[in-house]
């Protein structure tokens, strides 16, 4: 009678742990769908047994404490079961070229084109979408899920998508023909030889940051002022992170503890007074190369500023 508990307890005890695995299984297998909101587009994650923000942060290739800060919520806290939680896309994680990695798909609305799909999600290429979701034209069905960007994660399924996007078709003008009864008169100017000009030596200049007027983000905070008028002038000592954004669409980023993510700073060279406006991407705390910085600004930033010192310097905040 004992050894026959003993077996129904191993017996409940496996079951119970099988349903477990099956339950996480089939969470990491389902789709992920994106949404957007006020702070930007993002995914919604429901927290299984034994979740943490460091989970997530891995699963989903981003700090965890920026997640903990784009839903308002305590990270030392830690996480409850079932709990909802919207994951940021964010240029760390979220890819738009190329055609490796965990598929993020959109679904379709009502007569809905690609034009509006490209529009809704960082005005990614039609070539793209194009490629990524075998289509042939712009017109797509409703409820159709599309893919419209990659999660690079290590514990998520990633796919590859053979091919490559096609090219933007051009717009072909029509030739205006002259009508028949009308005679074309064709005069005839005497032919200049032109002077043959010696080739100009090609220049190769320094690549440096577009700083048309200050930044992208200049407008959205100006809007944000309105909003919010500054409240905070401070000299704080400031380091460098590296991104392959602001070289060319002037899009400055941030670290900063103590402000939401997404809110736009004035940044200020105290030196030469130069200024550019970024976006706070998340905090600084907790992380040990952070030690001894009040921010780290992007190094387009940096560069934008005629900021030299990869180490330290001071820079002035305004928000």
């Keep these: 009678m004992q050894s026959n508990l003993i077996v129904m307890k191993k017996f409940t005890f496996l079951l119970f742990f099988s349903l477990c695995v099956v339950a996480i299984i089939s969470a990491q297998k389902s789709e992920l769908l994106v949404k957007s909101g006020d702070k930007g587009l993002y995914l919604e994650h429901k927290v299984q047994p034994k979740e943490s923000f460091y989970a997530l942060g891995r699963m989903y290739n981003i700090d965890p404490k920026v997640i903990a800060s784009f839903n308002a919520l305590d990270y030392n806290k830690g996480l409850q079961i079932d709990q909802k939680l919207r994951i940021p896309l964010t240029e ?78 051009p717009i072909v003008k029509e030739e205006v023909k002259p009508k028949a009864e009308e005679p074309i008169i064709v005069e005839k100017k005497p032919e200049v030889i032109e002077e043959v000009k010696k080739p100009e030596p090609v220049v190769i200049k320094e690549v440096k940051p577009v700083t048309t007027d ?23 000592t400031s380091g460098i992170f590296k991104t392959t954004s602001g070289w060319q669409d002037a899009k400055y980023y941030l670290l900063m503890d103590n402000i939401s993510p997404g809110t736009i700073v004035k940044v200020v060279n105290p030196t030469n007074n ?26 387009a930033a940096a560069s934008a500023l005629e900021i030299n010192d990869d180490d330290k310097f001071i820079v002035m905040v305004n928000y």
């Excluded at 979408?129 to 514990?155: A, H, M, P, Y």
């Design 92 to 169: 760390a994680n979220f890819f738009q070229q190329g055609n490796k990695g965990t598929p993020v798909y959109y679904k379709v609305g009502n007569k809905e084109e690609l034009a509006s799909v490209s529009k809704k999600h960082n005005n990614v290429l039609k070539s793209n979408l194009r490629w990524w979701n075998n289509l042939t034209s712009d017109q797509v069905k409703s409820d159709t899920k599309l893919i419209v960007g990659f999660i690079e994660s290590s514990e998520m399924k990633s796919i590859t998508i053979a091919g490559k996007p096609d090219k933007e078709e």
């Design 214 to 236: 200050q930044g992208y983000f200049k407008n959205h905070f100006e809007k944000q002022i309105k909003i919010s008028p500054i409240t905070k002038n401070e000299t704080v």
């Design 274 to 299: 130069k200024a550019v406006y970024a976006k706070v991407l998340g905090e600084m705390s907790g992380i040990r190369q952070n030690a001894g910085l009040d921010v780290r600004i992007s190094n």
